[in-house]
C-alpha cells in the first residue's frame, strides 16, 4: 500500500496558490465552494481509520450509521465554472487510503454488474441471500468510505429505481459522497418515467450532503477555447472528404478494418479499425441500443475516434440523445480524442430544449467545444502516455 500523502494543504489554500501565480483568476465564488469542501476534508480527517469487514460484515452493518456524521457536498451550477477543477482538488487531498472517483455513469455500470453477478451467485447456490443490495453496497464501501462523482446525473430508469436503496446501504455504512452537477438535487431525473419512486433518493440525498451552488459569472472553458479543426459542419460532400483526408492522415498508411470487441456474450460492431483508433457513423453508435459500458469499452479501448454525420437532434430522436450525452461525457472522462462531422455547431444541435434534457444537454455541447481546445488536446496527449 503506497504511504498516505501530506495533506496540509487546503483546496482553498490550492485556490490562493493558483490565483496568485497567475494560473487562474480570482473567483469568489469558486473560493466559497472551496470552503464548503474544506469542511467535508476537515471531517474525513477527524474519522477513524475503518475496520477490515469480515466475510459477514455487510450483514452486521447493514443498518449500522456512521459514527461520526461527516457528510458531503452537492456542487452544482452551470457548465464551465470550476466544478470539476475543484473537485479534482478535493480529492488529491482527501485522507482517505480507499476512494473512488469517477463518471456517474460508469459507477452505475459497474453498481448493474455487480448485482447481475450476485444474481447468479444465487442461481447458482452459492448465496443464499436473496437482496443483492446489502452485499453489493458492503463491497464497493470496503473499496471506497469517499465517492466523488462528476457530472452527477440520472437519465435511466435502471439507476433511478435503485439510487435510494443503494444509497441507503451506503450512508449507512459511513460512504461520503462529493459530487457536481449541472441541476439542484430537486430537479434530478425531472421527466423521467416513474418520478415520484425516485423522489424519495433526493430526499436521502439531502440529509446526507450540504448543497452548493457555484455561479460564477465567467465561463473559463469558453476563455481557453482554442479551436481545433476536428469538427466539421455542416454534413456535406466536403466536409466528408475532409473526414476522410484527416483519417487517412493518421492511418499513416495503415490499413483500417471492421472489428467486434467482446462484451457480455455479445459484441459491439466498429466499422473501421486499426490499433488505438476507429471510425463510427452517429447511426453506429446512437441509433443501436448501445449503453454506459458499451461506450466506456469503446473509450478503453480507443485513443481517437472519428464519428461521422451526427444530425440535428429532434424529440424524435431522444434515447439517441441520451446516447450521445453519456458517450461525450465517457470520452471526455477518459481523454479520447473526437473527430466528428455534423449538422450544426454543438449548441445547436438540439432542436428542442426540454427539461433534464436540455440541462444535460447544455453540458454535452460544452465539452464538445473544450474537446477541440488545444488544453484537451494535450491532455489527451498526457493521459493516454500514461496509461
Not at 459514527?67 to 466544478?83: E, F, M, N, P, Q
Not at 487510503?97 to 455487480?114: G, I, S, T
Request: proline share 5%; aromatic share 8%.
Amino acid at each position: 500500500m503506497q504511504p498516505m500523502p501530506d495533506y496540509a494543504l487546503s483546496v482553498c489554500e490550492q485556490l490562493k496558490a493558483l490565483t496568485a501565480s497567475g494560473a487562474l483568476q480570482v473567483d469568489s465564488a469558486q473560493m466559497d465552494v472551496a470552503k464548503s469542501l474544506d469542511r467535508v476534508l476537515a471531517g474525513l480527517k477527524q474519522r477513524r481509520p475503518a475496520a477490515k469487514s469480515s466475510a459477514l460484515g455487510w450483514l452486521f452493518a447493514a443498518k449500522k450509521k456512521s459514527a461520526d456524521g461527516t457528510k458531503g457536498l452537492y456542487i452544482h451550477g452551470s457548465v464551465g465554472r470550476g466544478k470539476t477543477m475543484l473537485m479534482d482538488m478535493f480529492f488529491s487531498m482527501a485522507p482517505c487510503r480507499k476512494k473512488r472517483r469517477a463518471h456517474f455513469h460508469e459507477f452505475m455500470a459497474d453498481v448493474h454488474n455487480r448485482i447481475a453477478a450476485h444474481r447468479l451467485k444465487l442461481k447458482n447456490g452459492e448465496t443464499k441471500q436473496a437482496d443483492p443490495m446489502p452485499p453489493v453496497a458492503a463491497a464497493l464501501y470496503e473499496e471506497a468510505e469517499l465517492l466523488c462523482f462528476d457530472e452527477f446525473t440520472v437519465t435511466d430508469i435502471a439507476d433511478a429505481m435503485i439510487l435510494s436503496r443503494l444509497f441507503s446501504e451506503l450512508f449507512a455504512r459511513g460512504c461520503v459522497l462529493v459530487a457536481t452537477s449541472n441541476v439542484e438535487p430537486d430537479n434530478l431525473y425531472t421527466d423521467g418515467l416513474n418520478r415520484g419512486l425516485f423522489l424519495p433518493f433526493v430526499a436521502l440525498l439531502k440529509q446526507h450532503v450540504d448543497v452548493v451552488t457555484l455561479d460564477s459569472p465567467t465561463d473559463y472553458r469558453m476563455e481557453k477555447l482554442n479551436s481545433q479543426p476536428v469538427y466539421l459542419v455542416p454534413i456535406s460532400e466536403h466536409n466528408d472528404m475532409a473526414m476522410d483526408a484527416s483519417w487517412t492522415q493518421a492511418l499513416h498508411g495503415r490499413k483500417a478494418q471492421p472489428l467486434d470487441i467482446p462484451m457480455k456474450g455479445r459484441h459491439i460492431h466498429v466499422p473501421l479499425a486499426v490499433d488505438r483508433m476507429a471510425r463510427f457513423s452517429f447511426a453506429d453508435l446512437c441509433d443501436k441500443p448501445l449503453g454506459a459500458a458499451d461506450f466506456l469499452a469503446i473509450a478503453r479501448r480507443f485513443d481517437i475516434v472519428f464519428v461521422d454525420h451526427i444530425p440535428l437532434l429532434g424529440p424524435e430522436k431522444r434515447n439517441q440523445i441520451k446516447r450521445l450525452i453519456i458517450l461525450v461525457d465517457t470520452f471526455y472522462d477518459h481523454a479520447v480524442r473526437l473527430y466528428i462531422s455534423a449538422a450544426a455547431m454543438p449548441e445547436e444541435l438540439l432542436v428542442q430544449r426540454r427539461g433534464t434534457e436540455g440541462f444535460e444537454f447544455d453540458r454535452t455541447a460544452s465539452r464538445l467545444f473544450e474537446m477541440r481546445s488545444a488544453e484537451y488536446l494535450a491532455l489527451h496527449h498526457e493521459k493516454r502516455a500514461a496509461e
